[in-house]
């Protein structure tokens, strides 16, 4: 359903979306809307952001062709966009330059965020200190203690980490506490939400600044191949990276797209984040989406092995593109993403994130079920030095 009342520029994709935020929020979620308007094609504008992706992050971040993981799974030739490459180890720092500049450009001096397995927060903290901004960080006491390495570098670079207790102690009472935070501050401080969720503008501006993920790997499949990739896949937490990955490829009807979501430890609530599998419409921090939440409509806490992935919600636009079918979505649980956490490492001396984990274990069903001559391009959202400490815990020294 499109019309004009119900378009993207209102923050609606399909049903999901809009801005139900609180009304001490409102001002500043439209002047962030206004501001991103003007600039988003501004050749000024885009010519800054072009500078730091270029000069800062590292992009354009490779597009490699894995072949021993092509040999080992047996069918699909298998491509990894590297995104663990970029300065901090994943995507994360795409969205925090953007929106960085974005915050010079309304003249506030301080920045804030959530973060669950601290990749956002520390992205967050880097420009924070490049850009010479006051930065709070909100994290759950329980990934405080999973990530104890990202904690320490986000003090280092001159951030403040506030622990979160309250519910689970993980990504969503962080994001919870963000806001709230946020509603108190707003007039000196912007919130850089991290994933592609949140009131618009936030799920339209962090896809956009994600976008460039799928833009660079459609140009460089290209230049390689002469051809499209035949399906490309990422994992889901809130859907930034995946969002950024698909973006580019929505009108390319022939590419398949699958988002693998976290089934953690089984299919009982309380056990996974599989949002999209097991979801309803709901509201969850200011969007219309799919949540996981009891027959009351109270959300039910999110479990997966990978903070990142911890979250009972997604962004609107992914609940979106699983109505229309477009994209075809997925879970993968625990073991099986510790599996290929040591697979990965294995096969390619590269030590993926425990959430991009989660993207290789579907990957491996999927290129055996597509078969050899076709192409799949992996995301490989981010690298797991973070994880492996947390991993040898679970795994023990294999
Ligand atoms: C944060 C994170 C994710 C999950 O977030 P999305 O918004 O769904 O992309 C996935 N991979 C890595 C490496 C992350 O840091």
Request: hydrophobic share 40%.
């Amino acid at each position: 359903m499109k019309d004009k009342n119900f378009g993207e520029e209102q923050g609606y994709f399909g049903d999901f979306g809009g801005r139900y935020a609180p009304e001490i929020l409102t001002d500043a979620l439209i002047q962030l809307e206004k501001v991103y308007l003007k600039l988003r094609n501004n050749p000024k504008f885009v010519k800054e952001l072009n500078y730091y992706n270029q000069n800062y992050v590292g992009r354009p971040s490779l597009l490699t062709f894995a072949e021993r993981l092509t040999k080992a799974w047996g069918g699909a030739r298998i491509w990894l966009k590297r995104e663990d490459l970029n300065h901090t180890g994943a995507h994360k720092i795409n969205n925090t330059v953007g929106q960085a500049l974005l915050t010079r450009a309304m003249g506030k001096k301080r920045i804030i965020a959530e973060t669950g397995a601290g990749q956002h927060g520390l992205a967050t903290a880097t420009v924070g200190a490049l850009f010479d901004m006051e930065t709070v960080i909100y994290m759950g006491a329980e990934d405080v203690r999973r990530q104890e390495l990202n904690v320490y570098k986000i003090k280092l670079l001159g951030a403040k980490v506030v622990p979160v207790t309250s519910g689970t102690a993980t990504l969503k009472d962080a994001t919870s506490e963000a806001m709230r935070e946020w509603a108190l501050s707003v007039a000196n401080t912007h919130y850089i939400v991290g994933s592609a969720i949140g009131p618009h503008p936030f799920p339209t501006i962090v896809r956009d600044f994600q976008s460039i993920i799928g833009k660079e790997t459609k140009e460089q499949f290209k230049k390689k191949t002469k051809k499209l990739p035949d399906a490309v896949i990422a994992c889901v937490g809130g859907g930034s990276n995946a969002i950024g990955m698909f973006y580019g490829f929505l009108k390319d009807k022939k590419v398949k797209l699958y988002g693998v979501e976290a089934g953690g430890l089984g299919n009982k609530p309380g056990e996974h984040s599989a949002t999209i599998t097991f979801g309803r419409p709901g509201f969850l921090h200011g969007t219309k989406t799919l949540i996981i939440q009891d027959a009351g409509g109270q959300i039910v806490p999110a479990h997966s092995v990978s903070a990142g992935l911890d979250y009972p919600g997604v962004g609107p636009e992914h609940a979106y593109l699983a109505s229309t079918k477009r994209v075809e979505y997925v879970s993968v649980n625990d073991k099986e993403a510790l599996a290929s956490f040591v697979e990965v490492s294995r096969l390619e001396g590269i030590i993926p994130a425990l959430e991009t984990a989660h993207a290789f274990s579907a990957a491996k069903k999927l290129a055996k079920e597509m078969g050899k001559k076709k192409d799949l391009v992996i995301c490989l959202s981010g690298r797991g030095d973070k994880d492996s400490m947390e991993v040898s815990r679970l795994l023990g020294d294999k």
